[in-house]
Structures are given as structure tokens and as C-alpha cells.
């Protein structure tokens, strides 16, 4: 099933090359939501989000006359977000965080059952906390939690082991929570 | 089982990668950090899990394709100026050559002493070859503007 459909990424990929736009918008539609999902959550943003998600295809688009098909098509288009994504935060300052001071002080210490506000402000306070990850933990929380994204699709996409995957998104995950503990 | 223990897995039990046996369940029911710590994680699992999963607005594969087509036609823009430049430079390469070749003595006086001293050097065989020499020159400079827009042409096709 799986060579099934390696054929048929590699047959996609030969129409591409050989101009087919239709083929191309076929690979768009396939990829868009996991690459449009993997650059919103890196950059928060969805007018960026748009565009740099765009951007990704357009390197695709140049690139694919040079892919040799050593890595699954999946594999390479995720690296190619990943270094778009990189290159945008690079590019941008650092976002500021709205509960802390200019001195990294808390504004405002939220009640321990504000039933309230405490959805909205917990997400709130879960986004900022991921903003604060290293990037590769950022990228490993951002991607494994889109739609169908599991382990071995993520070892894959790194190409790391699987052991080495699951390590990494748990000492995220601990880091997290000491994050939103604090 | 120690705190130690139960606290190393306990992303992965919150995630579901790590069955509660028995022995962790004695160790949680009697521990309340370790229980405290499992809440928190299985806590943070379901917000990460509930977090919104952004899909690609309507339109996004035509947006993609437009702006594939922009910036091919751009790089065709480009490709048409640069053969306008090497057409017109083809064309002075051709109205010099004729000039030359209606003119042979005051092209030659025109390339000044540099040239006499050329044609002097190398003598009167020079001299009597100079008219077709300045034809090769056009020619070769007509062929290569004909080679780089082939290549350009040929990337273009391959793109």
C-alpha cells in the first residue's frame, strides 16, 4: 500500500516537472493543510501564515526539478517549512510577551479558579509558553499535534529515530509545564 | 516504584505511550505529588490535543499557482529584455561589420595605433586578411548572442 503510493507521489512528481500545473495543484492540495498548519503555529499569524505557506510551494516549485527522491516527498517539503519558518523568525523580532512587564515581570497573577477567563487565559498563557521552546521543540509540539501527525510520521519528517522523537516531545512537554507551573 | 521513576514517564503515561500497571497505580494512589504532577501533564496533553488545527484558507492552491504564474512571467519579462539588449547589440556587431567591410581603411584608421602597429607586426598577410577578420568578429559575436539565448531558452523549457 505504501509502495502503492510512492508510486503514485513519484508518477505526481514527473508531471510536475514536466509542467503540469494541474499536477502541481494536486500536490498543493494534498500538502497545504500540514504545511499551512506547521507555519501557523510557528508563526501565529495567519495573514504570514498565508504567505510564508505560499512561499514554502514556490520553493517547492523551483526545487523539484532537483529533488533526487532520496527522502519521501512528505519528508523534504516539511524541511522546506522548517527552514521557511526559520528564516521568518530570524528575520522578525522576538514576540512580546502581554503578561509580562518590560522587565520580565508578571502583570497580573491569575486567581487559581478563574473559571472565567481560565480557558481562554490558559490557552493564552500555553501559546506563550511554546513561543519560549528551542525551536526544534517548538516544531516537534507544532507538528505532532496537526491532524494525523504521529510518531513515525514525525521520525520520518526529522528523519530521527522514533525513540529519539518521543524523547524530545516529552522533555517539551516537562518543559511546558514547568513553564505554565511558574 | 519511586517518585523518581513515576516522575521520568510521566509525559509519556499522560500521553498514552505508558500503561498504568498496577504497581504505578499503587504508587499514584498513595503518592500525592506523583498523582499532582500526572494531573498536570494530562492536563497540558488535552489543551495540546484541543489546540486549534488551522486548515489552508479557500483558495490557497489557486493563490500558490497564481503566484507561480507572477513569477514565471516575470522571469520571461526578464529573458525578453535581455534578448532585446543582445539583439541590439547584434544589430551594432552587423552595422559595424558593414561599415568595416564598405570602409576597410577608415575602420582601420579608427582602431588607431594599436591596430597599425598590429598590422605592421604582423605584415602584409594581416593586412590583406583584416576585412574577413572583422566579419569573423560579427559572426562570432551574432553566434554567441544565438548560443546564451538557446541556453536561456533551453533552462526555461527544462524549469
Excluded at chain 1, 11 to 35: M, Q
Excluded at chain 1, 45 to 72: C, I, K, N, T, W
Excluded at chain 1, 133 to 144: D, F, N, S, V, Y
Excluded at chain 2, 102 to 116: I, R
Amino acid at each position: 500500500m505504501a509502495e502503492h503510493g510512492q508510486l503514485e507521489e513519484r508518477a505526481l512528481i514527473e508531471r510536475c516537472r514536466k509542467g503540469d500545473d494541474a499536477a502541481f495543484g494536486e500536490l498543493v492540495d494534498h500538502y497545504k493543510n500540514l504545511v499551512y498548519g506547521l507555519v501557523y503555529r510557528m508563526v501565529s499569524d495567519r495573514s504570514r501564515a498565508d504567505d510564508l505557506a505560499q512561499e514554502v510551494f514556490l520553493r517547492v516549485y523551483r526545487g523539484l526539478p532537483y529533488f533526487r527522491g532520496e527522502a519521501r516527498l512528505s519528508t523534504w517539503i516539511f524541511r522546506i517549512a522548517q527552514n521557511v519558518c526559520t528564516a521568518a523568525r530570524s528575520r522578525r523580532p522576538a514576540d512580546v510577551s502581554l503578561d509580562q512587564d518590560d522587565e520580565g515581570r508578571r502583570r497580573y497573577e491569575p486567581a487559581a479558579n478563574d473559571n472565567a477567563f481560565g480557558g481562554l487565559e490558559l490557552r493564552d498563557r500555553l501559546e506563550k509558553a511554546i513561543a519560549q521552546l528551542p525551536e526544534p521543540q517548538r516544531l516537534l509540539i507544532a507538528a505532532h499535534y496537526l491532524e494525523g501527525v504521529q510518531y513515525e510520521t514525525l521520525a520520518e519528517l526529522m528523519n530521527i529515530p522514533l525513540g529519539t522523537v518521543k524523547t524530545h516531545l516529552y522533555r517539551a512537554k516537562k518543559r511546558l509545564r514547568e513553564l505554565l507551573d511558574a | 516504584m519511586t517518585c523518581d521513576d513515576v516522575l521520568e514517564i510521566v509525559e509519556a503515561i499522560a500521553a498514552g505511550d505508558v500503561e498504568v500497571d498496577s504497581t504505578l497505580r499503587a504508587h499514584l494512589e498513595t503518592c500525592p505529588r506523583c498523582a499532582s504532577t500526572l494531573a498536570s501533564a494530562r492536563r497540558l496533553e488535552t489543551l495540546l490535543v484541543a489546540r486549534a488545527k488551522p486548515k489552508a484558507p479557500d483558495g490557497f492552491t489557486q493563490a500558490v499557482l497564481a503566484r507561480i504564474r507572477q513569477e514565471q512571467w516575470q522571469s520571461e519579462e526578464r529573458v525578453d529584455r535581455l534578448f532585446n539588449v543582445a539583439i541590439v547589440i547584434a544589430l551594432l556587431l552587423v552595422v559595424g561589420s558593414v561599415i568595416a567591410l564598405t570602409n576597410v581603411d577608415a575602420a582601420l584608421g579608427a582602431a588607431g595605433t594599436v591596430w597599425g602597429m598590429v598590422a605592421s607586426a604582423s605584415g602584409q598577410a594581416v593586412s590583406a586578411a583584416a576585412p574577413v577578420f572583422l566579419t569573423y568578429v560579427a559572426a562570432i559575436g551574432l553566434l554567441m548572442s544565438a548560443l546564451v539565448m538557446w541556453w536561456w531558452a533551453d533552462r526555461r523549457v527544462s524549469l
